[in-house]
């Protein structure tokens, strides 16, 4: 499966941004689909993730309540709302294609090439 993210921007803080995820090349529904980030001189982290057709949804912690993620499976794509944004969410933004519910950049096997989201006080 191939990853297309989009959606990137500046923003100030409290905005909101939607990012999305197009997938090709293979089923969406097939596999866990998830979101993470990476700040700049920092590992990649989990931020949400989505499986079975959505019967699974998990948040990291710090973003909780504020993102929401999404499928729309007629297209191929997930998305990530993001809520209330806060300086500290400032990032590349990374989805990925796994078949195991994990939260482990390791874990999964495809990845799109990223968006970056800027938050500014």
């Known amino acids: 499966v191939q990853l297309q993210a989009s959606g990137g921007g500046l923003v100030q803080a409290g905005d909101s941004l939607r990012v999305s995820c197009v997938a090709s090349?293979?089923?969406?529904?097939?596999?866990?689909m998830g979101w993470f980030r990476q700040a700049p001189g920092k590992e990649r982290e989990f931020v949400a993730l989505?499986?079975?057709?959505?019967?699974?949804?998990r948040y990291a912690d710090s973003v909780k309540y504020r993102f929401i993620l999404s499928s729309d499976y007629a297209k191929n794509t997930v998305y990530l709302q993001m809520n209330s944004l806060k300086p500290e969410d400032t990032a590349v933004y990374y989805c990925?294609?796994?078949?195991?519910?994990?939260?482990?950049?390791?874990?999964?096997?495809?990845w799109g090439q990223g968006t970056q989201v800027t938050v500014s006080s």
């Open positions: 989505t499986a079975w057709s959505g019967a699974v949804t």
């Open positions: 090349g293979s089923t969406l529904s097939r596999y866990v």
């Open positions: 990925a294609a796994g078949r195991y519910v994990r939260l482990g950049p390791t874990d999964y096997d495809f």
